[in-house]
């Protein structure tokens, strides 16, 4: 698991110089029978990581949170690298942090207003699915 198979070659034809003007133009070149077509690539969602599940938040402070949640699951050979955690409210900019590991003080919220968290897997695949969003005052 984990191992893409061989890259399809691929031709490339680079056009000659233009031609000098005391010599005669050479012959156009041969059309080149069309490529067969490759398989479409595999979206990036299928090869990141799984959705994270089981996260819960503890208040460390005000204006601050604790997240923690299971660890997602590689797919593919991709081990997960880090998480991004996303603190949403309505009608402001959404707070996010990096985290290596699964628990991660979320600072900069706003006493007393509700917040959307969720959490992503981060592999070389690029970001898994969100967490299930779990509301937070």
């Known amino acids: 698991t984990g191992v893409l198979g061989p890259m399809p070659a691929v031709t490339c034809y680079v056009a000659p110089p233009p031609p000098s003007p005391k010599s005669p133009s050479p012959p156009p070149p041969s059309p080149r029978p069309p490529a067969p077509p490759s398989p479409p690539p595999r979206p990036q969602s299928e090869l990141a990581p799984g959705a994270v ?10 204006g601050s949170i604790t997240v923690r949640w299971s660890a997602a699951q590689a797919k ?12 949403e409210r309505e009608g402001g900019e959404p707070i996010s942090k990096e985290a290596a590991g699964t628990a991660v003080e979320v600072t900069g919220l706003i006493s007393k207003t509700m917040y959307s968290i969720t959490v ?13 969003p779990l509301s937070v005052q």
């Open 120 to 132: 992503r897997g981060r592999s070389a695949a690029g970001l898994g699915l969100p967490s299930a």
């Open 53 to 62: 599940q089981g996260v819960m938040t503890a208040a460390t402070s005000c």
């Open 76 to 87: 593919d050979g991709y081990p997960v690298v880090g998480y991004e955690v996303r603190a």
